[in-house]
């Protein structure tokens, strides 16, 4: 199949007497007539899908990128392409879209020009671009590499389908209203092409620390946090980890997607993050500043006939979410930059890979760069309601912790060796348990799920607490025999 008919079909829309071009105030004013307003001045919004589709997502294009393990949905998919395209093809040209046009990242390397087309066949889904642009820059047409996505929230329920086209930078996402999409979708679609360009894209929160050594000396790392959604990736991302004491403190660079370089250096996506709104102002206070700022934009929480906001009421669904501005975390707590600087700048770098089991892994452990490339390949976490609500608290286990990778996996992992080895001397890697232990689940009779001892849990504020002393390097670390890595005799404040 010529799947450069698909961008040729996509870049046609742009002049389409269909295609309305509007600006970021404008789709704010159309936006907000479809939302409720909150107690803190900013809206809410209700999609129908309040999760990924990732069982109907198929990747397409040459060997090097095409999924390889398809389920029975995604087989339908691959074999009812050509006339799925032939039906896109007439629709593209009746139905009523917006186009709006932005900017992945800002640096002098790499800053993909992103171009979505958004189906107004129901009014409401303009929320979605204006969403869309509350995530990303303000657009600089000669950038390149350029990216396109067509979103068609009204496409048949039966059909609904997310149709990758990496090498092409072409996705369609049918028959979905979900935010996640298109922000997933350009963020792919981005890590596909900076891996051409020697840089690996990785599912990670980055952040800069200012800790203090055992000797008083102030001392400044990078930080990436790996995790799946709903594993604390965000949390941990903007979290201020009471590094309190003078010349200490964090400097928030992003919380989701970043392209680390072989020399350490980071360059980050987005002006905007998209976070999970499970959240309390005792745990998570910078991001509960940021959420309940005017400018925040939420999705599916729980907000009553007055405005009031119920954040942690799951009823309509455990994904809410809202679009943050990085900015309202605070002057304080960001970086100038969404990039961070190369290792030769820093003390070092620390490498969190987040996990939420409940059985007997360590709350925390420090890895060998051999075990933390494994901890990479092995990916462990359990399935979420961001990812398959269907499955929640299932083991899963995704390479990189990344549900985004296109083309070999094995490649992506040699790759973060490389990276880690290079840079032996400068690099610390850790894997972080966000769940707990001793959860003991068994079936009853009837196949239903009975927890028959609960999980200790480790508190967020207790693993802010292990965060802040790995920076300070104040943990005395011992040999699990079972493990074969290293565990804390202790650390302060946490039991």
Not at 80 to 90: A, D, H, Q, Y
Not at 151 to 170: A, M, Y
Not at 232 to 257: A, M, P, R
């Amino acid at each position: 199949m010529q799947y450069k008919l698909v961008k040729e079909m996509v870049q046609d829309l742009y002049s389409r007497p269909n295609v309305f071009h509007l600006d970021v105030e404008q789709l704010r004013r159309e936006s907000e007539k479809y939302g409720i307003k909150t107690e803190f001045g900013n809206y809410n919004f209700s999609s129908s899908v309040r999760n990924r589709s990732a069982w109907a997502t198929v990747y397409f294009g040459s060997e090097r990128v095409r999924t390889k393990k398809l389920n029975p949905y995604q087989k339908e998919i691959v074999k009812n392409l050509p006339l799925t395209l032939e039906k896109l093809r007439g629709y593209l040209k009746r139905a009523p879209f917006v186009c709006v046009e932005r900017k992945m990242g800002q640096n002098s390397e790499f800053t993909p020009h992103c171009t979505a087309y958004v189906s107004i066949h129901r009014k409401d889904c303009i929320r979605i671009a204006y969403m869309w642009t509350a995530l990303l820059f303000d657009p600089e047409p000669d950038k390149e590499p350029h990216l396109y996505l067509v979103q068609i929230p009204e496409w048949q329920e039966r059909e609904r389908q997310i149709l990758v086209f990496p090498e092409e930078g072409v996705t369609f996402v049918l028959g979905s209203d979900y935010l996640g999409e298109i922000k997933k979708g350009f963020l792919r679609m981005a890590m596909w092409f900076a891996k051409e360009r020697g840089m690996l894209g990785i599912h990670a929160g980055a952040k800069l620390l200012r800790a203090k050594d055992s000797s008083g000396k102030i001392k400044r790392y990078s930080m990436l946090l790996f995790g799946l959604s709903g594993t604390g990736k965000t949390t941990h991302s903007c979290h201020h980890h009471y590094l309190n004491e003078e010349g200490e403190g964090v400097e928030i660079i992003q919380d989701d997607v970043v392209f680390l370089k072989e020399d350490g250096s980071i360059l980050g996506t987005e002006k905007g993050f998209f976070l999970k709104t499970d959240i309390d102002p005792e745990n998570q206070p910078l991001i509960y500043r940021a959420a309940t700022q005017k400018d925040t934009v939420l999705e599916n929480v729980m907000v009553d006939y007055q405005g009031k906001v119920y954040f942690l009421d799951d009823t309509l669904t455990g994904n809410g979410r809202g679009v943050i501005q990085r900015t309202d975390l605070g002057k304080e707590n960001i970086t100038d930059s969404i990039n961070s600087p190369p290792l030769s700048e820093l003390d070092g770098m620390i490498i969190a890979f987040i996990t939420r089991r409940n059985t007997v892994l360590p709350i925390v452990s420090k890895l060998t760069p051999e075990q933390g490339a494994a901890a990479f390949m092995l990916g462990e976490s359990i399935e979420t309601s961001a990812s398959d609500p269907r499955r929640i608290g299932e083991s899963v286990r995704v390479v990189g912790t990344n549900p985004f990778i296109v083309g070999d996996e094995t490649e992506e992992g040699n790759i973060f060796y490389r990276i880690l080895k290079k840079n032996e001397d400068k690099l610390q890697c850790y894997l972080l348990n966000t769940g707990g232990v001793g959860e003991i689940v068994e079936e009853d009779e009837n196949g239903n799920k009975v927890v028959r001892q609960p999980v200790t849990r480790v508190e967020i504020k207790e693993m802010a607490y292990i965060i802040r002393d790995i920076a300070r390097g104040v943990i005395k670390w011992q040999r699990d025999p079972i493990w074969g890595t290293e565990t804390p005799r202790k650390v302060e404040g946490v039991n």
